[in-house]
């Protein structure tokens, strides 16, 4: 069974940083996409940043140059480092996975989701 457990999140003003962190069990596929997704209440949610098993990475362009996306060398933990926090970054943020190596930041294309953690970055 697959399990996908954020944590990480808080308040911080703006400018500020936060490191997330995403616990995975129970996945052991060698193909794979793992990625960090947001939601506003009231608004889709997003793709922030993904990884797969080949290394490439792709950042959802607001985000670039401010987050980091990376993975512990035996795949159990997913980070997602966040610095220069905007008001706009406020979300809740989720872990999430899917089968196959293609990138994607499109929230349809993930299988397996955690329950999330929230970010609130005040002005």
């Known amino acids: 069974q697959v399990n996908l457990e954020e944590s990480g999140g808080g308040s911080v003003q703006s400018g500020g940083s936060l490191r997330l962190s995403c616990k995975v069990s129970g996945y052991t596929r060698s193909e794979f996409c793992m990625g960090w997704l947001r939601q506003v209440p009231g608004k889709e949610r997003e793709g922030v940043a993904t990884l797969n098993s080949d290394g490439i990475i792709r950042y959802l362009e607001s985000v670039k140059g401010r987050f980091t996306i990376s993975q512990d060398n035996d795949r159990t933990t997913l980070l997602l480092q966040m610095a220069s926090l905007h008001p706009e970054d406020t979300a809740i943020y989720y872990c999430?996975?899917?089968?196959?190596?293609?990138?994607?930041?499109?929230?349809?294309?993930?299988?397996?989701w955690g329950r999330g953690t929230k970010v609130t970055v005040a002005s």
């Open positions: 999430a996975a899917h089968n196959d190596p293609i990138l994607s930041l499109r929230p349809e294309r993930y299988t397996f």
